[in-house]
């Protein structure tokens, strides 16, 4: 037992590159079995059944679901790598591999803004505003073709951090069962993880869970976009002070991070009014509007994900070195 978990270590590195350059080529094929799937219809079934009661029943309810869902993941690809690997050290290597490679969402995140992007420079805002509604939870029925630029950059800022750059450290940290561990977090966030009646007490566990397992991936987010920012020519000092002076004004403790930062390079303002179910919230703004966003701006925030997503594989991969 021993020496095969002394292989799985050894080939961390390997399907930690492996895993992200499929992500890379291929991204998320919808016709591909895919384990967020199955965590997916699995936190539907379990929430039905306990999230019932009073509302300090539900919150210890709540807690339960996150710890048998993470708990679960975690140890379901445990024993399933752990066997293909007693089976052949290729079929271990090649089960890491796609395991890691469905945990990331590089390509899939980029792909999300152009599909923004590809309406508005055709000048189709009603197809702008359904796209840009797949990818956000505000109301998008009546934003302007700036809110909507707005709405995507937002988007692509926060979610490389959770999409990309925190499965990628978790997957050199811990390998496969680590991210498909973090994968069922942040699955638990997006279905459970909201302040609304339903989920007020019965999501909170999840939603601070998730908080946790990106507080240090947000941190890192900030050199590693600076650098990208520095390599396509933005200005990282206005970046680095929009961060040092917007970051901890985010309603999230990790958002404000990657957001402010990306404000920043761009010289663009995020944040602002938005609506959620006819209601009106103000987000705190991130950066100076340098200028009013624009669909250049998606085009650009693109390219400094793009970049800062390879950026991040240095990290990961000298982490999962170090942990074989």
Excluded at 80 to 97: D, E, Q, Y
């Amino acid at each position: 037992m021993l020496e095969i978990l002394s292989l799985v270590w050894a080939v961390l590195p390997i399907a930690v590159l492996f895993g992200f350059i499929l992500d890379q080529i291929i991204g998320d094929p919808r016709s591909w079995p895919h384990p967020v799937v199955g965590i997916g219809n699995m936190i539907t079934i379990l929430e039905r059944k306990l999230n019932l009661g009073t509302p300090k029943v539900r919150r210890a309810n709540g807690v339960l679901l996150t710890i048998l869902i993470v708990g679960g993941s975690y140890l379901i690809t445990w024993i399933v790598v752990f066997i293909a690997n007693t089976l052949h050290p290729l079929l271990g290597l090649a089960l890491s591999t796609y395991v890691i490679f469905t945990t990331l969402a590089s390509k899939s995140l980029l792909d999300a803004g152009q599909s923004v992007l590809a309406p508005l420079l055709n000048g189709d805002l009603g197809e702008a505003r359904t796209r840009l509604s797949w990818l956000v939870s505000r109301d998008t029925a009546n934003l302007s073709e700036g809110e909507i630029a707005r709405g995507t950059v937002e988007t692509l800022a926060e979610n490389f951090v959770d999409g990309i750059l925190s499965p990628l450290i978790y997957a050199a940290l811990g390998g496969a069962p680590l991210a498909m561990a973090f994968k069922a977090i942040s699955t638990l966030d997006s279905m459970v993880g909201y302040r609304n009646d339903r989920y007020e007490e019965f999501g909170w566990f999840s939603a601070r869970t998730d908080d946790w397992a990106n507080y240090v991936p947000a941190r890192l987010s900030v050199p590693i976009l600076l650098l990208a920012g520095w390599l396509r020519k933005m200005s990282v000092g206005h970046a680095y002070q929009m961060w040092r002076r917007d970051a901890s004004g985010h309603p999230s403790p990790n958002g404000g991070n990657p957001e402010s930062v990306v404000a920043g390079l761009l010289g663009i303002q995020l944040g602002g009014i938005n609506i959620y179910h006819g209601r009106t919230h103000h987000r705190a703004e991130m950066g100076d509007a340098l200028h009013p966003v624009d669909v250049t701006d998606i085009v650009r925030c693109r390219q400094l994900v793009h970049t800062a997503t390879w950026l991040s594989l240095l990290p990961a991969l000298m982490l999962a070195y170090l942990m074989s």
